[in-house]
């Protein structure tokens, strides 16, 4: 268990609305990433963080921004949510402060946009 | 770029038969090669990893092989159960060190039934 929680479990929002998800680790990990996973796709990397307020990009950034003012917290938030971004969503963590190794998953955040 | 290929599912079978899993990878370095699983209403569990060629990663009877000449890393079990019906999912990272990138195959559906 590498301490992940996710919040909220579910959602369900409407077109045009602001939503932030929240990923809490409590074990002092340097990377944190979120990921959504689609049907057909796997799952796709959106942002990931390497440090307080060090965040990057991933292959699909668009429509979401990112922030971490502590280490434990990596906040996901799509400014105005569209329904393409229905999707589950999951924050994952690297053990080890370079970032190499094994990613740890959270238990995921199910969003529906209407 | 990199990517991951996984047979298509869902792949049904009946208690005690054997498994496999088809898993090839593209890469342009030397990844290191995971295979995740999830179950129904969870996030992705790590399953078994390898890190270099002719490494074979085992865990809870599951074993794949990392083969650099086939570039593949096919997921077995020997007698499969019904609590190992879930989606498993074949990844590759490249490096050791720094940020990590996992890239996804899309995942192949297991059902096992008594």
């Known amino acids: 268990d590498a301490g992940i929680t996710q919040s909220p479990r579910h959602k369900v929002t409407e077109t045009g609305t602001p939503v932030t998800l929240r990923c809490h680790q409590t074990?002092?990990?340097?990377?944190m990433y979120w990921y959504r996973q689609d049907p057909g796709h796997g799952l796709r990397l959106i942002h990931y963080?390497?440090?307080?307020?060090?965040?990057d990009k991933g292959e699909v950034s668009d429509g979401y921004s990112v922030s971490r003012s502590k280490t434990e917290d990596f906040l996901l938030t799509l400014e105005s949510a569209t329904s393409s971004q229905t999707s589950v969503y999951f924050c994952?963590?690297?053990?080890?402060?370079?970032?190499?190794?094994?990613?740890?998953f959270g238990p995921g955040t199910r969003l529906t946009v209407l | 770029g990199d990517s991951v290929t996984q047979m298509e599912g869902p792949v049904t079978l009946s208690e005690e038969a054997f498994l496999t899993i088809n898993c090839t990878y593209t890469a342009t370095g030397y990844p290191s090669l995971f295979w995740y699983v999830q179950y129904p209403g969870e996030g992705l569990q790590l399953l078994l990893k390898a890190t270099k060629a002719d490494d074979k990663g085992s865990n809870k009877g599951f074993e794949a092989t990392y083969r650099k000449e086939t570039t593949s890393f096919h997921l077995e079990k020997g007698s499969v159960q019904v609590s190992d019906s879930a989606v498993y999912f074949c990844a590759l990272s490249e490096g050791q060190t720094g940020f990590q990138k996992l890239v996804f195959g899309t995942g192949t559906r297991l059902l096992v039934s008594p």
């Open positions: 994952a963590i690297s053990e080890g402060s370079s970032g190499g190794g094994t990613q740890y």
């Open positions: 074990e002092n990990h340097r990377y």
């Open positions: 963080s390497y440090g307080v307020k060090d965040t």
